[in-house]
């Protein structure tokens, strides 16, 4: 396979892989607390030969002049971040519902311990408990909040109160270095590095409010719309350069 041809597929599967990330990013713009994923790309090049020995640039300019290589560099994906720019805060009044306005995340209990979640849009079991859309039960302070009762009200700073009596608080976390996150499906987070962890400070709480998704859908109508050239221009490439080895295979020892 040629060089270029290995760019261009190369190029082609990077273009799919950004259209899978917005593809999700869309389907997720009304999922409440949802933050945006951006796939983050590099640039590889092809192993050099056994025996060949690259020291420094020169060294590997002129082993590309050798090899009449003009650019052996392709793309390939590097990994995924998120974006947890906080999004807009929506009042909804229902009494289950909570945003928060700042930095920080909710603690839910699940099989897999402890995550995060942004998503506030709560409800009851069967228990009285506080509960993610999956069922895990929200933490607060101490334990998994109960509400017992019909008037609630959560204050600024997540103090619950039931009746007029406060029942708890909720719990709210934060980490150090946002790189430690990580998404684990369900809308939620987990912290590779506990020691990363810390007792949420910069935040308030909006009772009867939902922070929405930080997707803007008209740029990531965008973005998908220069994926989809990308991607048709390096289908074109691939075919223009297949035709032409196909050609050069078939005029090779042609009598003339």
Not at 58 to 84: A, P
Request: glycine share 8%; hydrophobic share 35%.
């Amino acid at each position: 396979m040629s060089y270029g041809l290995y760019a261009a597929v190369a190029g082609s599967m990077v273009q799919e892989r950004r259209m899978e990330v917005l593809s999700n990013n869309l389907a997720n713009v009304g999922t409440a607390g949802f933050k945006e994923d951006r796939p983050v790309f590099k640039e590889l090049f092809p192993k050099y030969p056994t025996g060949t020995e690259i020291t420094d640039i020169d060294s590997m300019q002129s082993w590309m002049v050798e090899q009449k290589i003009v650019n052996v560099g392709y793309q390939t994906l590097s990994g995924i971040v998120t974006d947890y720019t906080m999004g807009e805060i929506k009042y909804t009044g229902n009494p289950l519902d909570v945003a928060i306005n700042g930095s920080g995340f909710f603690v839910v209990t699940t099989p897999q311990g402890d995550l995060y979640t942004r998503d506030g849009s709560f409800s009851l079991n069967e228990k009285s408990e506080l509960i993610t859309h999956e069922g895990y039960p929200l933490k607060g302070r101490e334990k998994n909040i109960v509400i017992n009762g019909t008037e609630i009200s959560i204050d600024r700073q997540g103090g619950i109160t039931v009746d007029g009596v406060q029942v708890d608080a909720l719990k709210i976390v934060d980490v150090k270095d946002y790189s430690t996150l990580k998404k684990v499906g369900e809308n939620l987070f987990e912290c590779t590095d506990k020691g990363n962890e810390k007792v949420a400070e910069e935040y308030e709480i909006q009772h009867r409010s939902l922070e929405l998704s930080n997707i803007n859908i008209v740029q990531e109508m965008v973005k998908m719309i220069d994926v989809m050239r990308l991607y048709e221009s390096y289908q074109k490439v691939i075919q223009s350069l297949d035709e032409a080895t196909g050609k050069a295979t078939r005029e090779v020892g042609a009598v003339a």
